[in-house]
């Protein structure tokens, strides 16, 4: 005998209202899904026709738009610190070395059963174009490393975003950064949280300011291009613009003094947007040499005069990246000079 399940048609009523919900909400989820795929298609295809007319670059073409805009500002503030922390700064190698332990006297004499493994974290260039591996590499290639490991940093901006000195302050280097936009100095310490008390012997400065060639004060215009975020000092015409601020002023000799920096020491960075070669020469006519040197000319007129004055003054040459220059000063010339 056969039995047949009967159900009731108050039940059908409602499977069949259950069903219809389900296909109205899968073809509006559909809907809401195909409309946002194609508003991104076609903001793509705007951007990369605004690319491909404009003669701009792709970054000064994205640069252009408030979304991305937004992406950065948010990045600068911990958010590409955090990206990295998260992803490059998850992984570990694990180095064992057996070298060393060959060379000790307790393997040597079987008292410990298992070699120690350390775990080295693997770093990421945050620099512009790649400064910090190339500096990198020449300090492998060093016998002797004497100078003091501090990098300063003028025109650091938020410390982070095309920085020459976040790598070395993640290594547990000293540094100094000077900004002289107070919201990015304020970016740069979120972005050095963790890594500025590695040791006892590491010291981060911020300095608001800007580094000329006198003290006292200095008028100071701010681009409004959130990206950059940068500044620089202003001629007469302009100083009733809103964009304008007024900074401190330290020339080379006041800071330097100010802040203990010793006349051997890592790196020196200068992005100031026209006043590298002023600074530059203020800090090599002092006496101060620092390791390497990475610069931005604007003129032709300055870089060669600049580089004349380093290559007599002991440096030479190493390369050019992006828009930056990089110097290396002879360590053999410190030899006898305990000044």
Known sequence: MRYQLKVPSSYRSLLRGCLM??????????????????????????????????????????????????????GKDQGFRKFIDNTIGRLYIENDITAYCMSDELYKEKRIEHLPVTISRIGFDVSSSGEVMAILRQMQSQKSKPWARLVVDIGANDGLMSSNSFNFIQMGWSAILVEPQNSQLDLARRNHIGLTNQHQDQRVQYVQAVISDHD????????????????????????????????????????????????????????????????????????????YIVVEYLHQKEQDMTTSLLMEEGYSYLMKKGYNFIFQYNIDLMQGDET
Not at 249 to 271: C, E, M, N, Q, R
Not at 274 to 283: E, F, R, Y
């Open 216 to 291: 006292g004060q200095e008028r100071l215009y701010l681009s409004p291009d959130i990206v950059a975020m940068e500044s620089r000092v202003v001629s007469n015409e302009l100083l009733n613009d809103h964009s304008i601020i007024t900074v401190t002023s330290l020339s080379v000799k006041t800071f330097a003094l100010k802040y203990k920096v010793p006349k051997y020491f890592g790196i020196l960075s200068i992005d100031t947007e026209g006043m590298d070669a002023k600074i530059l020469h203020q800090w090599i006519q002092l006496g101060y040499r620092p390791m």
């Open 21 to 74: 919900i389900i296909i109205i909400i899968f073809v509006i989820e559909s809907l809401i899904i195909n409309t946002v795929l194609l508003y991104y298609i076609w903001s793509a295809i705007a951007i990369l026709s605004d690319f491909s007319t404009s003669g701009r670059t792709l970054i000064d073409t994205l640069a252009t738009y408030k979304t991305f805009q937004n992406i950065v500002f948010s």
